[in-house]
């Protein structure tokens, strides 16, 4: 199973930035895709952005549009997930997590396989 390990949330006010990385070590598969989820209190966990192996396409649900990047090194196998004019209601606690064996975009949580820890996002001034 893979490993993954996210980092960088925190508190920022409302129209920062933070920049959420997420490490990730034993891929039994070339193919797989990276996403980034998001679960604020009392609600349902939410995809947010991802990005596939194959040929990097990512994509993005439509409340962070324009705000929000997904990247790669692929040096260093971490993936990181851009932050900016943050809003109050970003608030949540963020997931990276993967799909191995799948090409093409999807933020279908039953699709990933293994999850990481989670990282607390708050956005308040």
């Known amino acids: 199973q893979v490993q993954l390990v996210e980092s960088g949330g925190g508190l920022v006010q409302p129209g920062g930035s933070l920049r959420l990385s997420c490490a990730a070590s034993g891929f039994t598969l070339d193919y797989y895709v990276i996403g980034w989820f998001r679960q604020a209190p009392g609600k349902e966990r939410e995809g947010v952005s991802c990005?596939?192996?194959?040929?990097?396409?990512?994509y993005y649900t439509d409340s962070v549009k324009g705000r929000f990047t997904i990247s790669r090194d692929n040096a260093k196998n971490t993936w990181y997930l851009q932050m900016n004019s943050l809003k109050p209601e970003d608030t949540a606690v963020y997931y990276c997590?993967?799909?191995?064996?799948?090409?093409?975009?999807?933020?279908?949580?039953?699709?990933?396989?293994?999850w990481g820890q989670g990282t607390q996002v708050t956005v308040s001034s």
């Open positions: 997590a993967t799909a191995e064996g799948l090409i093409a975009t999807t933020l279908l949580s039953y699709e990933y396989d293994s």
């Open positions: 990005i596939t192996s194959s040929d990097g396409s990512t």
